[in-house]
């Protein structure tokens, strides 16, 4: 059995994005980028499967160069090999899947995990679209995996509970956290991964079916109000939140 992990390179959660003069992507100034932190859980699934195993792991992620730091990331956790399918345009989420079942299929892997969501465009629909065009089965924002003779019983988060499925390989697991708990990279791990060469293939060419027309900051967030210090200021606070905010 060979897995694929698919990672995403995304900005970091706590830098603040601003958007571009052509008000379509965002402005990559002072961005520093990260591993889409769905896909650390996704990483560290596979390395288990792999411990538990013996199989190999593949890296996959489509991007442009700079999406290398983020493979080697995963390298430098205990994944195998990696490989980049280059793109240097930005592609919708139709395309990344197409790119990534592509090369899945090429590399023959029958267990795919990935993040449930990426935290950038946050679609949540990579995954699924990977499984559909591979005709594999899919498991999405999973929380426990168990695999036992090409069986595969994984527990969804799902609306105050947990659902319990059962399936086969060839499928496509997408990760949620609570899954389990992503190892740091050892300092041996570091070392080994920058050994490691990542293959550079072209992605799949593609036409995206969608655009982005534009993309817009929230509006600033109105100062709050201080209606009183006291108890006296209970009522004008009950009439505006019933009249204003229209909350209660
Ligand atoms: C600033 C910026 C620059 C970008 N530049 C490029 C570019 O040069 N070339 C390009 O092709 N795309 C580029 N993209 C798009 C990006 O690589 C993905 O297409 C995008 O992150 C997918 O978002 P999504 O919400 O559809 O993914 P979701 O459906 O939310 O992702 C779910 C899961 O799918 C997997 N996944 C998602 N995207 C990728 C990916 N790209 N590679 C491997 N696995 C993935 C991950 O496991 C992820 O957890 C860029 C995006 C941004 C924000």
């Known amino acids: ?15 603040k994005v601003k958007v571009g003069v052509d008000e379509k992507s965002i402005d990559p100034t ?23 195993f013996n199989c190999e792991v593949v ?6 160069e700079n999406n290398k730091e983020t ?19 930005p592609r919708d989420s139709f395309g990344v899947a197409k790119a990534l079942a592509e ?12 993040g449930k969501q990426s935290v950038d465009y946050d679609n949540s629909i ?6 559909e065009l591979l005709d594999y089965s899919c498991v999405s924002i999973v929380v426990d995996f168990k695999l036992d003779n090409n069986k595969i019983i994984a527990g969804r988060e799902i609306e105050g509970g947990k659902e319990i499925v059962e399936t086969q390989l060839p499928a496509v697991i997408t990760t949620q956290k609570g899954l389990n708990e992503p190892r ?15 293959e550079e293939k072209a992605a799949a060419p593609y036409s995206s079916l969608t655009e982005i027309i534009k993309m817009k900051k929230p509006p600033a967030k109105q100062p709050g109000r201080i209606i009183g210090t006291d108890a006296s200021a209970v009522p004008e606070l009950v009439r505006l ?8």
Request: proline residues 2%; aromatic residues 4%.
């Open 184 to 198: 740091y990279a050892s300092l041996k791990g570091i070392m080994a991964a920058k050994k490691k060469t990542i």
């Open 30 to 52: 002072g961005v520093t980028y990260i591993i889409n932190p769905y896909d650390e859980f996704a990483v560290e699934e596979a390395l288990k499967t792999k411990e538990k």
């Open 71 to 89: 493979i080697r990331k995963a390298l430098a956790m205990g994944a195998d090999t990696g490989i980049l399918l280059k793109d240097d345009s």
């Open 126 to 131: 990579v995954g699924q679209l990977t499984a």
């Open 1 to 15: 059995m060979k897995i694929a992990v698919c990672v995403s390179h995304v900005p970091d959660t706590a830098t």
């Open 241 to 248: 939140l019933r009249e204003e905010a229209k909350v209660i």
């Open 59 to 64: 890296v996959l992620s489509v991007g442009g």
């Open 103 to 114: 090369e899945i299929k090429n590399q023959c892997c029958d267990l795919v995990f990935m």
